[in-house]
């Protein structure tokens, strides 16, 4: 039996800590790394202080071709195509760090990101096993997340044709609603 590298156990551990503090479930810790579950378990309670979330996965591609998720799968997997084609990152390095910048980016204009760290790994396992595809917008030419194999000639994403329903979501209802209390709050004061 051939003894692994203290150094590359220590890879190992570091890639484990940083997949747990941006969010990673178990399941994709056990994929990426070559530490036991045991250990696993035992550093995901040590970081995060509390057990790791049982469940399965996500496991529909269907998810990834809604309009919003969309437009953040597709931010993302741009982000990480980039680093793996123009600078050279390895698979892993590549995904922390765009993980990692599609987060900082989402989260300048005070968006909640749609994507969390176990999306984001289980996209780029299905565009590796070849059930997404980029589809290239005929109208902005921006590259979108698609199902693979799908026709390209006609492709529009969500941002040129939003769904009739597009931005409807229930943060913006309730900041909505917040604003029209406070526009009726002064009325009510003044009837009641």
Known sequence: MAQKSLVEEMQQVQLAIELIELGARLQVLESETDLSRARLIRLFK????????????????????TWLPNVHASLFYNIYRSLLDNQGCERMQAFVTAYRLYHEQVSLDGVEPVLGLTRAWTLVRFFESDLLQLSSCTCCGGRFVAHAHSPEHDYACG??????????????REQELGEGLDLVAPLVRRVG
């Open 159 to 172: 941002i040129c044709m939003p769904p009739s329903r597009a931005g409807k979501t229930r943060k913006r």
């Open 46 to 65: 040590e970081v995060r202080g509390m057990s790791p979330p049982k469940g399965m996965l996500p496991f529909s591609t269907d998810w990834f071709i």
